[in-house]
């Protein structure tokens, strides 16, 4: 079955009860028996409901996974993860990462004993100078937030092969419209729900989803037993907003292309960070690994200046200030001050995510009526 056709079927059935071609909302705790031990695969909702399972199978289906878990948010599902590890355990990240990733690593796991490495991912090499006996996992996000960075997975996948290393990659960006980290080799994929699967931007949600049944074993082991699972109405939202995964993500690839050529010709812009450009430095890899460049587009301004970024970020009007991206409006951000004040600036500022840099998250609104907003907060 190909994407668009599992964007709209996997994981849902009529319902059994009444055939409503929808998965209802089952909106319950609990589950009637017949008898002690005696019921219909559900106990308890925390462990499993219906509306979450079919929402759950849907994303693991979209990145041709065997198994698939929902939770709160993204980072309760990167929680999940993390958990599998043991105290002594080492991960190795990169050094371009969201920044809630960041503070979850470095203020709660550190506490508890797991060692995190944060690299310049965009060689290979420099992973695998870190390895050691103790390494028990890479994370990758590629396209990285917000410089844009893509990581090569495969590459990733060649070091890890052999060394009990789970190869585990944030989709999020990508989406599994334009990306399938599982079938590059990787162990397991998380998404933030949050952003373009769930598109709407009305529900926080994360996701974990792996072939590997050990793997998907201590998922659910650590699903059930840390509670952090999504309720069911937002499950039943994301199933809505999956429909048309396939036809969105074409219009923000499409408009971000324009508006990634606009930026590049604009003389008030210095740099513009977008996949799809033959300049950009892992261009030949994205190709590789992706069917598509998104519409996600960072860029700097000439003379680096903040009182410049944040007067643009004010002057825009269809554009809306925001932290979050993905959904199908377009939004615009100021990572320095907003999603990555959390990363300390000489941190972040090796990274790239300088004063002047701002990002977009191109909606799928008439990219006509877009272009003539940036123009306008470009202009002076
Ligand atoms: C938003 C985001 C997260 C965190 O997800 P939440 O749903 O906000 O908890 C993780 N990774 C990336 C790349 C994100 O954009």
Redesign the pocket.
């Known amino acids: 079955m190909k994407i668009g056709t599992k964007a709209i079927h996997a994981g849902v059935h009529p319902d059994e009860a009444t055939g409503a071609i929808m998965t209802p909302i089952y909106q319950t705790s609990t589950y009637v028996q017949d008898g002690v031990g005696k019921h219909k695969g559900y106990e308890y909702s925390r462990t499993q409901n219906p509306t979450r399972h079919a929402l759950e199978k849907s994303i693991a289906a979209l990145e041709n996974a065997k198994h698939g878990a929902c939770f709160g948010?993204?980072?309760?599902?990167?929680d999940c993860l993390i958990k599998i590890l043991n105290p002594g355990d080492e991960v190795i990240s990169t050094n371009d990462l969201?920044g809630?990733?960041y503070r979850i690593f470095k203020t709660i796991f550190e506490k508890y004993g797991i060692v995190f490495h944060f690299v310049d991912m965009l060689k290979v090499q420099n992973v695998e100078e870190m390895i050691n006996s103790k390494t028990k996992m890479i994370w990758i996000?590629t396209p990285t937030?917000p410089m844009m960075n893509i990581i090569d997975i495969k590459g990733m996948v060649s070091i890890a092969k052999g060394k009990d290393i789970m190869v585990c990659v944030?989709n999020?960006?990508a989406t599994p419209y334009l990306q399938n980290p599982l079938d590059l080799g990787a162990d397991v994929v998380?998404h933030?729900?949050?952003?373009y699967l769930g598109g709407h931007s009305d529900v926080?949600?994360?996701a974990l989803v792996t072939s590997d049944e050990e793997i998907a074993s201590e998922m659910y082991r650590i699903q059930n037993s840390s509670g952090g699972v999504t309720a069911p109405m937002d499950s039943f939202l994301v199933l809505r907003g999956i429909k048309t995964l396939h036809i969105r993500i074409q219009r923000h690839c499409e408009n971000g292309e324009k508006i990634a050529k606009f930026l590049k010709n604009h003389s008030r812009v210095d740099k513009v960070y977008w996949p799809g450009f033959e300049s950009h430095v892992n261009h030949e890899i994205a190709k590789n690994q992706m069917r598509g460049f998104g519409g996600m587009i960072s860029f700097t301004l000439q003379g680096n200046r903040l009182e410049d970024a944040l007067a643009i970020v004010k002057k825009v009007e269809l554009f809306s200030l925001a932290e979050?991206?993905?959904g199908v409006e377009s939004l615009i951000g100021h990572p320095a001050t907003m999603t990555h004040a959390s990363i300390p600036k000489d941190v972040r500022e090796q990274s790239g995510v300088v004063d002047s840099l701002i990002r977009l998250s191109v909606g799928i609104e008439d990219a006509e009526d877009l272009l003539e907003d940036l123009e306008q907060a470009l202009s002076n």
Request: no cysteine.
């Open positions: 948010s993204g980072l309760s599902a990167i969201y809630g990733s996000e937030n944030d999020t960006f998380m933030s729900v949050t952003k926080v949600m994360g979050s991206l993905g």
